[in-house]
């Protein structure tokens, strides 16, 4: 009969976010995990096959935390609004996890489109959200969301980079104007046309 784990999968998992939490998701070695358990690393790799298994169970909790975020903005009207805020404060209070969360979800580089796509386990929500609150399409909910998404990530990783600075009344003037300019575009059925490249002036 196997020896009873020192340390539950949960526990490894939850010491395992902390560290990502502090330091980020690089710093995440079996030594540093140690560390953080006080204890060696053994116990880590009779409950995860490897470092790359653990990591994949600490993706899962952070994405945990965004839908956490969800369910916050529930609780307000417009719900959708409220779920930028919050991703946003995500990203100034937790800077780590947003950017393992929304920015390197599974460590692998993608296109704008399939990054968006990504998050599919979180838009059956947010697309409830949008139809609800505005009254519109599924279709027009996804082209909203894949716009929100890009100010989400954007102004996230400027706050995660400290490479600017935000009242929470500038961030509030700003994705509602922004919010607003893209809801007016998509109800005017001209999301799809073509703008013009830019050309070189000789």
């Known amino acids: 009969m196997p020896p009873k784990p020192k340390f539950t999968r949960d526990e490894i998992v939850a010491a395992a976010l902390e560290v990502v939490r502090r330091d980020g998701i ?3 070695t079996a030594r540093s995990l140690a560390d953080e358990l006080s204890s060696s690393s053994r116990p880590i790799f009779t409950v995860f096959r490897d470092m790359d298994e653990l990591k994949t169970a600490v993706r899962a909790a952070a994405r945990e935390r965004v839908l956490q975020l969800i369910e916050v903005a529930k609780g307000y009207r417009p719900a959708f609004k409220q779920f930028v805020i919050e991703a946003i404060r995500f990203a100034n209070e937790e800077p780590n996890l ?3 969360v929304f920015l390197t979800p599974d460590g692998e580089v993608r296109t704008l489109e399939e990054l968006c796509g990504y998050f599919d386990s979180y838009t059956e929500s947010l697309f409830g959200m949008l139809q609800h609150d505005y009254d ?4 027009e909910a996804r082209v909203l969301l894949q716009h929100t998404w890009v100010y989400i990530c954007g102004i996230g990783s400027m706050l995660t980079l400290h490479s600017a600075v935000a009242t929470n009344e500038e961030l509030n003037q700003i994705l ?3 919010f607003t300019a893209m809801l007016d575009l998509i109800k005017s059925g001209r999301v799809n046309e073509q703008t013009p490249v830019p050309q070189r002036v000789e």
């Open 26 to 28: 690089d710093a995440l």
């Open 136 to 139: 519109i399409t599924e279709d």
């Open 176 to 178: 509602g104007q922004a």
């Open 98 to 100: 947003f950017h393992l």
